[in-house]
């Protein structure tokens, strides 16, 4: 994977720590072990004692899908259904983007791997997937 692209990847990856959501086949991946850490650097600034920071912090869950390619076919923006498109084996949600409506755009269609299409015949290249979220990955 070229390194431009491993670099968009993990940016996307991070962009959706929040807001990956519902889907029928998900992994779940979760930090070794949540950090807390004990401060009492507010108590010795005041000089009470009974001043304490809760810094204790709740492993974060990413949850990413991983989708074959007959699978994908499902995420097609219609009736309702997220539009889902693969590129170079990592999955984009362009549900939500306007020059996605119905899932379709300029002659293509959501719920393909369109790699061939953005890499060779879009005059935008993968450029235009950094605007949109990235939601799972191609598994055979």
């Known amino acids: ?25 998900q992994q779940t991946a979760t930090p070794a072990a949540s950090t807390e850490i004990a401060t009492d650097s507010a108590a010795e600034q005041t000089g009470d004692s009974a001043v304490a920071a809760d810094t204790t912090t709740a492993p974060t869950e990413i949850v990413m899908l991983e989708l074959t390619l007959e699978e994908l076919a499902e995420y097609n923006g219609k009736d309702g259904k997220p539009a889902y498109v693969a590129v170079e084996g990592v999955i984009y949600d362009v549900t939500d983007n306007p020059k996605w409506t119905n899932g379709t755009h300029n002659g293509n269609s959501a719920g393909q791997d369109l790699t061939e299409a953005l890499t060779k015949r879009s005059p935008h290249g993968t450029s235009v997937l950094s605007k949109v979220p990235v939601v799972g990955k191609i598994v055979e």
């Open 1 to 25: 994977m070229p390194k431009r692209f491993t670099a968009l990847f993990l940016m996307m990856t991070l962009l959706i720590l929040a807001g990956a959501g519902c889907a029928t086949q």
